[in-house]
């Protein structure tokens, strides 16, 4: 008996054995067929979204859980090169985050406290105004310095800085705004600061530092530091930047721009992946430190380098975006769902097109969700500009000829009313920048970040206003020719 019930109990092993096997091959495949349709949909959305927007060239990074999710390239350089996953772009304020980790670790090694004055790591600072010394190093993570660009210009200072330690040397002259730790204002030029304090403290330079305690120790090996733009537009590595107008994407070198700190970091996607992966599953930090560093601020959500919310679902996430006038850059970090979406573009800064949502889109899809292209995007909303120009360039022809025949003579207030209506999209280019510094939370941008932004609405108000000027012209050639009319007539008599 003993051996025939040996001898079942072989088989009914080796039949279990032989169905798992089985089983473990049907989830595996099914594993394999879900992957594979994720990516076939991120790819198809990504290319979709790209046209829609006119953006020739982007790299996707997604990470989940503690393994790197997807990475990819789309698009190619001028020369047809393609863009891959280890293409690097600029990341522009995605950086921020890192220089602020930066700090945190020398605030772990005891060598900075957070709610320590700023100044007093640098005794040979006097500045002007006395608030400069209630500054923290808290108050410039958290953007609560009491500077902005009105009265410390960031994009606008000519000449641009060379060093770190040039900003530094401002506060001996600047004004603030606000005072210290009162008032939320975005401002690249605390980030300048912060790494000139790690520069400072840890007697290595920036992009040393960087390279050294935070790149090499996560593996990101492709990424690393500059301090302006031109070393950017030298780099035949790095894809170069567009712009778009009229639904066209031009080719544009980026601006001459200081950017070391807040905006001066090149990655790839591969790299990006590692650095989100490390929010949530890696040591960077000590516990309480970690939770400061992916907390909001106190008056505001940004906190340290990073927005901290919530997700509709309850989860906690961190997010930021990086803003160039030929790039763009998008981060979103699921801490919970231990998830992250990275998204950099070799397009700039335009009001027409929703970068942030491609970060959304990902995520629809990785959520098993379907993701939507907006009717709001740069394709549909320049061909609506272009319609809108012709349109002005037609009503402009015909005013023009409906002036030139008009018999009645117009009285002076009549005059002065098609004056001022006349005067609207004139009065409109001149006031666009305070009003662009006004929507966007202060940030004062120049005249070519302005042009690149807004290209297509400042040819409109152009055409616009020409054609009004030419109104105006002929209004007043017909007023005088009816005077000159009427005193002859009168002379005659």
Request: aromatic letters at 10%; one cysteine or more.
């Amino acid at each position: 008996m003993m051996p025939r019930t040996k001898q079942r109990m072989l088989i009914a092993i080796t039949c279990l054995l032989l169905l798992w096997t089985v089983l473990a091959k049907s989830v595996s495949a099914l594993e394999v067929r879900d992957r594979t349709e994720i990516l076939g949909d991120i790819d198809e959305y990504m290319i979709r979204s790209m046209k829609a927007n006119h953006i020739g060239g982007a790299s996707v990074a997604i990470s989940h859980n503690d393994e790197v999710f997807y990475t990819k390239g789309y698009g190619t350089f001028a020369d047809g090169q393609s863009i891959t996953s280890e293409t690097p772009f600029p990341i522009a304020s995605l950086s921020k985050s890192i220089t602020a980790l930066a700090v945190l670790q020398l605030v772990d090694k005891g060598r900075i406290d957070l709610d320590e004055a700023y100044v007093s790591y640098f005794p040979e600072l006097s500045p002007r105004d006395s608030r400069v010394r209630d500054i923290t190093v808290r108050h410039l993570l958290n953007q609560t310095s009491g500077l902005n660009d009105r009265t410390n210009p960031d994009m606008t200072r000519t000449p641009q800085f060379h060093l770190l330690i040039e900003a530094n040397r401002l506060l001996n002259e600047v004004e603030l705004a606000h005072e210290p730790g009162t008032t939320y204002s975005y401002h690249n030029p605390n980030y300048m600061l912060l790494a000139n304090l790690v520069e400072s403290i840890s007697g290595e330079r920036f992009s040393d530092y960087l390279d050294r305690h935070i790149f090499k120790p996560l593996g990101m090996n492709h990424t690393f530091s500059v301090s302006t733009t031109q070393q950017i537009n030298g780099n035949e590595a790095i894809p170069p930047g567009h712009y778009s107008i009229l639904g066209r994407s031009l080719s544009r070198s980026e601006p001459l721009w200081f950017i070391d700190g807040p905006a001066g970091i090149v990655s790839t996607a591969e790299d990006m992946s590692k650095w989100m992966i490390a929010q949530y599953s890696g040591n960077l930090l000590p516990p309480a430190l970690m939770n400061q560093f992916h907390s909001a601020g106190d008056i505001a959500p940004y906190g340290m380098g990073w927005l901290a919310d919530q997700d509709e679902s309850g989860g906690r996430t961190i997010s930021h975006s990086g803003i160039f006038w030929t790039y763009k850059s998008e981060e979103m970090v699921y801490l919970d769902e231990q998830m992250g979406i990275s998204v950099m573009f070799n397009s700039g800064l335009n009001a027409f097109v929703n970068y942030s949502a491609f970060i959304d889109g990902i995520a629809d899809i990785m959520k098993g969700e379907q993701p939507e292209i907006s009717f709001f995007n740069d394709r549909n909303m320049e061909t609506i500009m272009i319609v809108l120009i012709l349109a002005t360039l037609i009503w402009g022809a015909y005013g023009y000829v409906r002036i030139r025949r008009r018999k009645k003579r117009l009285r002076t207030i009549r005059l002065i009313l098609i004056m001022v209506g006349k005067l609207i999209p004139i009065l409109i280019l001149l006031s666009l920048s305070p009003l662009v510094t006004f929507i966007g939370g202060g940030r004062v941008l120049p005249w070519f970040g302005l042009w690149t932004t807004l290209s297509s609405p400042i040819i409109w108000l152009v055409v616009w206003s020409l054609v009004n000027l030419v109104h105006l012209t002929s209004y007043i050639a017909s007023m005088f020719n009816h005077t000159k009319s009427g005193q002859l007539k009168a002379d005659n008599r």
